[in-house]
């Protein structure tokens, strides 16, 4: 079992930035890739990026790419994404997963999740 506590949400103004943290604790963290998703009111959830468990690779949604950050520190147990230039359509529950071995970016392929974090950008 992983479990995993996102924190960092809230609202804030467009064009500022924003840091999520995703706490984990349980099995070895370091046989888990790291995934951050989203979901917005309406809408199905989906994927904003991706780590492996060394920080070699990463790899980002495009309506994020250039903007968003992740990163992890596996001393620490702590996956981080990095928010900047944060738009309107960046409002959603940002959710952090883990998944054994490999990284993807289907959540369905994920086999555990936090309880999410609100963030709320405004124009």
């Known amino acids: 079992q992983v479990q995993l506590v996102e924190s960092g949400g809230g609202l804030v103004q467009a064009g500022v930035s924003l840091r999520l943290s995703c706490a984990a604790s349980?099995?070895?963290?370091?046989?888990?890739?790291m995934g951050w998703f989203r979901q917005a009111p309406g809408k199905e959830r989906e994927f904003v990026a991706v780590?492996?468990?060394?920080?070699?690779?990463?790899y980002y949604a495009d309506s994020v790419k250039g903007r968003f950050t992740i990163s992890r520190d596996n001393a620490k147990n702590m996956v981080y994404l990095q928010m900047n230039s944060l738009k309107p359509e960046d409002t959603a529950v940002y959710y952090c997963?883990?998944?054994?071995?490999?990284?993807?970016?289907?959540?369905?392929?994920?086999?555990?999740w936090g309880q999410g974090t609100q963030v709320t950008v405004s124009s």
């Open positions: 780590i492996n468990w060394s920080s070699a690779t990463t």
């Open positions: 349980g099995r070895t963290f370091t046989s888990y890739a």
């Open positions: 997963a883990a998944k054994p071995y490999g990284r993807s970016i289907y959540p369905g392929e994920y086999d555990y």
